[in-house]
């Protein structure tokens, strides 16, 4: 039983990527999302789940993902990871062939040194997807999104995310509604202070949101 973390950043329009890269490079952000995807208490780790390529859209000399647990999910049985990146133990990284033997795994504590702290889902499209469509009743649910709007410039994407803000069957309206948390919420849930209201990094302008469940 587990609560997922999604973290991404998205425009307005909910793109994410393009041309199997992220469509900006934004350090400032980038920085957020490596010290929140790596803040955890003295002896635990987080885990960081992702799809295949996402794990080959991250710099390679980036990964592993440094102090995380690196989980990378493929269908492909036949697929292996570079073996520069297979196993520093700094940054531990198990290859799965589903979401759930991913999930099944990191709920096993025999598998790793340290406990998991927090699991997060840092995509790409399709395990946001896949992860959002878990509903509230499954052993392993998102209740938690942590989204950097990018509000502009427009830019050209071709992948997105789903518009979870606007997911309006009867289950999320009746008891899965996303809100908006606070500023003081996202800052105390991360650890650390986050600059509020909108951002400007070379001319590209973005906000840090916490949405819950
Ligand atoms: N979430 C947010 N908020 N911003 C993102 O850019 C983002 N990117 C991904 C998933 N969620 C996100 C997936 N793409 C690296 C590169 C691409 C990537 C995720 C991570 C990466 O190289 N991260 C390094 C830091 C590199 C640096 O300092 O420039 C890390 O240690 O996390």
Same mark, same amino acid.
């Given at each position: 039983?587990?609560?997922?973390?999604?973290?991404?950043?998205?425009?307005?329009?909910?793109?994410?990527?393009?041309?199997?890269?992220?469509?900006?490079?934004?350090?400032?952000?980038?920085?957020?999302? *490596?010290? %929140?995807?790596?803040?955890?208490?003295?002896?635990?780790?987080?885990? $960081?789940?992702?799809?295949?390529?996402?794990?080959?859209?991250?710099?390679?000399? @980036?990964?592993?993902?440094?102090?995380?647990?690196?989980?990378?999910?493929?269908?492909?049985?036949?697929?292996?990871?570079? /073996?520069?990146?297979?196993?520093?133990?700094?940054?531990?990284?198990?290859?799965?062939?589903?979401?759930?033997? *991913?999930?099944?795994?990191?709920?096993?504590?025999?598998?790793? #040194?340290? /406990?998991?702290?927090?699991?997060?889902?840092?995509?790409?499209?399709?395990?946001?997807? #896949?992860?959002?469509?878990?509903? /509230?009743?499954?052993?392993? @649910?998102?209740?938690?999104?942590?989204?950097?709007?990018?509000?502009?410039?427009?830019?050209?994407?071709? %992948?997105?995310?789903?518009?979870?803000?606007?997911?309006?069957?009867?289950?999320?309206?009746?008891?899965?509604?996303?809100?908006?948390?606070?500023?003081?919420?996202? !800052?105390?849930?991360?650890? @650390?202070? $986050?600059? #509020?209201?909108? !951002?400007?990094?070379? #001319?590209?302008?973005?906000? @840090?949101?916490?949405? $819950?469940?």
């Amino acid at each position: 039983m587990s609560r997922l973390t999604l973290i991404v950043a998205a425009t307005l329009e909910n793109g994410i990527g393009q041309n199997s890269t992220l469509p900006w490079r934004l350090p400032k952000e980038m920085a957020y999302f *490596a010290r %929140t995807t790596s803040n955890a208490p003295e002896g635990k780790r987080n885990a $960081v789940v992702m799809g295949r390529n996402t794990w080959e859209s991250i710099p390679p000399k @980036f990964r592993p993902l440094k102090n995380r647990v690196n989980v990378v999910i493929t269908r492909n049985r036949d697929y292996h990871l570079d /073996p520069q990146s297979s196993s520093t133990s700094n940054a531990p990284t198990h290859l799965c062939t589903s979401l759930e033997s *991913a999930l099944s795994l990191l709920s096993n504590p025999t598998k790793f #040194e340290k /406990p998991i702290h927090r699991i997060f889902i840092i995509g790409g499209a399709t395990l946001y997807n #896949e992860t959002l469509s878990l509903p /509230p009743s499954a052993p392993s @649910f998102v209740d938690r999104i942590l989204l950097t709007r990018i509000h502009s410039p427009t830019f050209k994407c071709d %992948t997105f995310m789903p518009d979870f803000q606007n997911q309006d069957d009867m289950e999320n309206r009746q008891q899965s509604r996303w809100k908006k948390a606070s500023h003081a919420e996202l !800052q105390e849930w991360v650890g @650390f202070d $986050v600059p #509020e209201g909108m !951002q400007e990094e070379k #001319e590209i302008q973005y906000e @840090f949101q916490m949405w $819950v469940r």
